[in-house]
């Protein structure tokens, strides 16, 4: 029994790192930007609250980088980690794109932008899923990287919205251009994994 505590002990303070810390930091951070754009539009709180909630977008697309290079620095990679880094990602810009498109932030057209990112991203992620069972890892490329650096800064600067717009006129209009980008990318990173795991969804049926 004594034998098997220093393995508990591992295993819990493993969940407990920076690195994952980090992360946990960025999930936190979704609904914490979700309530500043809800109160803020729906129920006509006060324009700063656009900056508050892109004060926290910002700390929490900064974890994003340094969650990864900490693990890797200091040889910190956990199980918790490895799962809970890219749902952090999928949950913070496809979260924060929804209330984007709930304040009429990003309408008409460009809604397809946002329709394309986040139906890349809950397609990609099955894919992973059952690859995962089939013990195949499909590698994130460098751009699938960018992609998501693009997507972030995008959001960035669509959450500013109408407080930024204030302070120098058009800065939601790049957001929309940079959305678009975004999505283009995000086509293109959605096909290279599916072309990549073309070979193994075909023969699924024999792992």
């Not at 040889?75 to 498109?101: E, F, N, W, Y």
């Not at 139906?119 to 460098?142: D, H, K, M, N």
């Amino acid at each position: 029994m004594s034998s098997a505590d220093p393995i508990a002990r591992d295993r819990r303070g493993s969940a407990f790192t920076v690195p994952n810390i980090l992360t946990y930091g960025r999930v936190v951070a979704v609904p914490m930007v979700a309530a500043c754009l809800f109160v803020q539009v729906l129920y006509e709180g006060g324009i700063w609250l656009r900056w508050v909630a892109l004060a926290i977008f910002v700390a929490a697309a900064i974890t994003d980088y340094f969650d990864g290079y900490l693990a890797r620095a200091w040889s910190q990679h956990s199980a918790i980690g490895r799962m809970l880094d890219p749902i952090a990602d999928k949950l913070l810009v496809g979260i924060v794109l929804l209330m984007l498109a709930a304040d009429g932030t990003i309408l008409g057209w460009s809604l397809w932008a946002a329709v394309v990112i986040l139906s890349r991203e809950i397609l990609v992620s099955g894919l992973r899923e059952f690859l995962a069972e089939l013990r195949v890892s499909v590698p994130v490329t460098r751009l699938a990287k960018w992609k998501t650096a693009v997507q972030l800064i995008a959001v960035g600067f669509l959450i500013a919205g109408p407080a930024g717009d204030q302070i120098l006129p058009g800065v939601t209009q790049v957001g929309i251009a940079l959305l678009w980008f975004a999505a283009v990318l995000t086509l293109y990173t959605g096909y290279d994994y599916f072309r990549a795991g073309a070979a193994h969804l075909v023969d699924g049926d024999e792992p």
